[in-house]
Structures are given as structure tokens and as C-alpha cells.
T-cell receptor, first 115, second 114 residues
């Protein structure tokens, strides 16, 4: 079984400030890791993914995340946020080598960017 | 491609009524997933299909929920009878070959059961 924990349910941040969203996962097998963004009244959009290789992954809209296997973490960062980054962010994990590969989501982190 | 298409976008109904949510996956995708999003429980996988066959329905809350995929381009999620606690956003997603890294979501159906 696999699980994902997003440690912060809400993160207020001022415009042009950096932001970090924390994500920890648990799995008995190797995993793929994902960050999705959900803008108000919209579906989920993939921000970035880690499948293998370099542990620093760059995604769309200036976001990046770092995979840390020893700490089972996949924290998302952006050095300078915009008002348009106000959204909910979901960390997710899948186990492609497990039977019945599925995507398991964390509880989400709401980011509110203030002017 | 138009992406994953869900309808209706919003549905308001009264307790006890039947509700049918619809999904058209991306052409060529052979996996289809139904998720439910609530404040209390976050995003939950309800059921998924491979080549129109239900593979895992362990997330379906109870017998009031049923899902079908009569062909590769259409799936329905039905709630009968609906209850206020079913109020949520229901998402459909599709991918090819079971690859989660190529999963695409629809815009969701906001369901309100009064």
C-alpha cells in the first residue's frame, strides 16, 4: 500500500516571495511522484513528475521539486510566486511495478498569494 | 484532441433522485478512472476500467454507486438514489497503457444533492 502526506493544508505567501510545499510518501516499492495544480473551478493539471534520473525535476510555471529517497520526500518549490499561482496543489504517487498501478493523492495544499 | 470531456459541468438534484455523470476519454486511451473530491476525504479513486472492463471498484462507496463503460469512448457514473453526502466534485481521467505519467483529467462535475 502507498500513502501521501502533505504537511500543510494552507500556505499564505506574499507575491514575489518563495514558497515550498512539503510532501512525504510511504510505499513498499519504488514509486513515481507527481505534483498537480488545481486552479479554482478547474480540473487537475500536471505540474511536474519524477520517474527516474536526476532528483531535481523542473516543471511548468517555474516550479521545481526534489526527490529525496532517504527522507521519502518530494517537496515542491518556486523561488518567486505570482498572484496567478493561487491554487490548490496535490502531491501524488504511483507504483508502476505493483499490481493495479494507481495514483494516490495527498490531501492537498492551498496556496494563497497575497499582493 | 479535446481532452477528457465530462458532462454536465454542474448538477443540482434533490435527495433520492438518480444522477448520471458522463465522461468521454481521450481517443486511444485504454484506461479510464473515476475520482471523487471532497473537503473531508480529498481525492479518492472510485473505480477504473481497462479496455472497457472494470478492474478495481474497491473505492466505490456503496451499492448506490455504479459505473459502466459500454465502449471505448464513453463511461457513466450513476448514483441511485442520491444523498446529500454524495455532494462532491467527480473527476474522470484517462491514460494509455496504464501510465500514470500520462494521465489526463477532465474538468469535473460539481454535484450538489439537496
Amino acid at each position: 500500500a502507498q500513502s501521501v502526506t502533505q504537511l500543510d493544508s494552507q500556505v499564505p505567501v506574499f507575491e514575489e516571495a518563495p514558497v515550498e510545499l512539503r510532501c512525504n510518501y510511504s510505499s513498499s516499492v519504488s514509486v513515481y511522484l507527481f505534483w498537480y495544480v488545481q486552479y479554482p473551478n478547474q480540473g487537475l493539471q500536471l505540474l511536474l513528475k519524477y520517474l527516474s534520473g536526476s532528483t531535481l525535476v523542473k516543471g511548468i510555471n517555474g516550479f521545481e521539486a526534489e526527490f529525496n529517497k532517504s527522507q521519502t520526500s518530494f517537496h515542491l518549490r518556486k523561488p518567486s510566486v505570482h498572484i496567478s499561482d493561487t491554487a490548490e496543489y496535490f502531491c501524488a504517487v504511483s507504483s508502476p511495478w505493483a499490481a493495479g498501478n494507481k495514483l494516490t493523492f495527498g490531501g492537498g495544499t492551498r496556496v494563497l498569494v497575497k499582493p | 484532441d479535446a481532452g477528457v470531456i465530462q458532462s454536465p459541468r454542474h448538477e443540482v438534484t434533490e435527495m433520492g433522485q438518480e444522477v448520471t455523470l458522463r465522461c468521454k476519454p481521450i481517443s486511444g486511451h485504454d484506461y479510464l478512472f473515476w475520482y471523487r473530491q471532497t473537503m473531508m476525504r480529498g481525492l479518492e479513486l472510485l473505480i477504473y476500467f481497462n479496455n472497457n472492463v472494470p478492474i478495481d471498484d474497491s473505492g466505490m462507496p456503496e451499492d448506490r454507486f455504479s459505473a459502466k463503460m459500454p465502449n471505448a469512448s464513453f463511461s457513466t457514473l450513476k448514483i441511485q438514489p442520491s444523498e446529500p453526502r454524495d455532494s462532491a466534485v467527480y473527476f474522470c481521467a484517462s491514460t494509455v497503457g496504464g501510465s500514470m505519467e500520462k494521465l489526463f483529467f477532465g474538468s469535473g462535475t460539481q454535484l450538489s444533492v439537496l
